[in-house]
């Protein structure tokens, strides 16, 4: 069967160049360009499974990519691991009409506890002549997460599922992808397949396996807000409720959002420039008391929606504040040493948001989805979706969660080996992207990724000479006002950057490095940390300018664990 797919390759591929998409956007020419290569992967296709779909003139528009009208063909198919029973994993490649390809190929991910984000994202490849790729992971179908995968029984994890998850499918995807696109546009060996990844959030992680794990397989990464220390990560999702509940106060949810709302307001001309935006979250940090909002009136309507509330009407008062205080400052142990880091300020406290009980007419903490279930699921391996309560847990409980998810999940899911080296020597560039306001993965959990980085790899070398030897491989952007993957509501200034693909194009492609980073809102440029944005002659002028107290502010030393914490 192979040799007469190999034989339909050289005489249908060589008329692609020259034939219209919907020429060749047909079962039988995919199952012909198949990669059934070896390609060490231990797998067998399923020739059997192949389709094809062609789609013409489709509008498509994310804040990941600019508005487009697109025609490509999906090809899909199936595959299995050699020597395990049961086992199918789907796979997806967009492909361009032949007159539009570049020679690249795409790979894109997920978010949450899903491993691809579907048409959302994957248009992306299309849009810079790429195929593009997606995978389900092996979970069952497309739409299927992980969650539903990770347990065989109560009590048994299923560690293919996991592994596959954390970074084997991937790898897979890409490795398939790269070769069926060779075989499909007839690109021989002596020429080359430029490769890419763009993902965001878990997307974001799942990029940053591969580089870690496999250092050519790309040349070029976008890795936004990624969900690195995953069992930080999550867990710390109950952050919030542990505080209150220590504290004894659990703010109504208006109260905190007053808070939000004179902060944005209060720290917004810190940057030198009044556009509703805070760019310098650290000048927020450094110089803002939350205590100046306390006897500050806030109103909210009564709510009918998913989750009913009443209506909230009163004044910030000391307890609120002390609660967003603790918050802002991240999760601190009984003897007084960090844990963890939460968002910056001005960005919401999604974590610390209570629910309305109609029976108790009371607030309550409000059991994070992420946070509930990693406990419940991942750790005490139930076939549960969150914790019944918090009910006796502190501070020190989801340290030793924490822990005991980073010792359980350190080869597969955690994503925070520092050595990058690797990567380096083989030339590949990534560009690293996180919202200042992101109040689901804290813009700070992707500085000290890049800090442990700097210091793994050059720590031998001064601070200016170090950061110049990451910028040939990895250069990072905050992005002012930005959101979890996208722009902010509560800032819709600060926008988000829409051809970061096509700036990590031309940089690994052309050796066109960015110094500063397009943006697409009113806030036009980024600028590569460490340096911070400064506007002056009333938001006339605009620079990036170097300010060591304002760094300092985004490092965290976890002392709270008797290990480095990368």
């Known amino acids: ?213 496999f250092a050519d397989q790309f040349d070029g990464l976008v890795t936004g807000a990624p969900a690195f220390r995953f069992s930080q990560l999550q867990t710390n999702h109950l952050s919030g409720g542990v505080i209150e509940q220590a504290l004894g106060y659990f703010p109504p949810p208006c109260e905190l959002q007053k808070i939000v709302n004179l902060t944005i307001a209060a720290c917004d001309g810190l940057d030198g420039k009044a556009d509703g935006v805070i760019s310098r979250s650290d000048l927020c940090k450094l110089n803002f008391d939350y205590k100046s909002t306390i006897g500050e009136p806030y109103y909210c309507a009564a709510s009918n929606g998913g989750r009913p509330t009443p209506e909230q009407n009163g004044t910030v008062t000391a307890e609120g504040v002390a609660v967003a205080s603790a918050f802002t400052n991240g999760l601190i142990d009984s003897e007084g040493k960090q844990i963890y880091l939460n968002p910056q ?80 020597s083989a030339g ?11 109040s689901s993965i804290p813009a700070g959990s992707s500085v000290h990724y890049y800090e442990s980085v700097r210091n793994a790899m050059f720590g031998g070398l001064d601070f200016d000479e170090s950061t110049s030897a990451m910028d040939e491989f990895y250069r990072f952007y905050v992005v002012p006002g930005g959101s979890h993957c996208g722009s902010n509501r509560e800032q819709p ?17 052309n050796g066109v490095a960015p110094d500063t980073l397009d943006n697409a809102g009113d806030i036009t440029t980024l600028c590569k940390w460490p340096l911070r944005p400064q506007w002056s002659d009333n938001g006339a002028s605009f620079d990036c300018i170097s300010d060591d107290a304002s760094v300092e502010s985004w490092k965290y030393t976890f002392d709270a664990f008797r290990y480095p914490v990368y």
């Open 1 to 213: 069967m192979v040799s007469t797919l190999r034989m339909l390759v050289v005489g249908n591929a060589l008329a692609v160049a020259n034939a219209a998409l919907v020429d060749y956007c047909t079962t039988d020419y995919a199952a012909s360009v198949l990669p059934v290569q070896d390609l060490g992967l231990g797998i067998a296709i399923d020739t059997a499974s192949v389709s094809a779909a062609l789609t013409t003139n489709k509008s498509v528009s994310s804040q990941w990519f600019e508005s487009a009208v697109i025609d490509y063909c999906n090809v899909t198919f199936a595959y299995s691991h050699n020597g395990l029973a049961n086992d199918i994993v789907h796979v997806s490649y967009l492909v361009p009409p032949p007159e539009k390809f570049t020679s690249r190929y795409v790979s894109t991910g997920g978010g949450g506890l899903a491993i691809n984000s579907g048409a959302s994202s994957s248009p992306t490849g299309i849009i810079v002549g790429a195929v593009s790729g997606i995978t389900d992971g092996g979970f069952g179908n497309f739409n299927t997460q992980y969650d539903s995968a990770f347990l065989l029984a109560p009590g048994t994890v299923n560690w293919q599922a996991t592994y596959m998850f954390g970074y084997q499918a991937h790898h897979e995807l890409a490795t398939l992808g790269k070769q069926f696109t060779r075989n499909f546009f007839n690109v021989s060996l002596d020429d080359k397949v430029y490769s890419y990844y763009q993902g965001c959030s878990e997307g974001g992680r799942e990029g940053w396996s591969q580089i870690q794990r």
């Open 345 to 424: 300020p001005g960005s919401s406290f999604a974590d610390a948001t209570n629910s309305y009980s109609a029976e108790t007419a009371s607030w309550k903490p409000s059991l994070s989805g992420l946070g509930g279930q990693w406990v419940a699921r991942f750790l005490n391996l139930q076939e549960k979706d969150s914790l019944d309560s918090l009910e006796g847990v502190t501070a020190d409980t989801l340290r030793d969660w924490m822990a005991l998810g980073e010792q359980k999940y350190s080869d597969s899911l955690q994503t925070t080996w520092p050595d990058l080296g690797p990567f380096k």
């Open 428 to 438: 590949g560039k990534v560009i690293h992207v996180h919202g200042e306001a992101d």
């Open 493 to 509: 200034a600060g926008g988000w950057p829409a051809t970061t693909l096509q700036t990590v194009i031309e940089w690994a492609e």
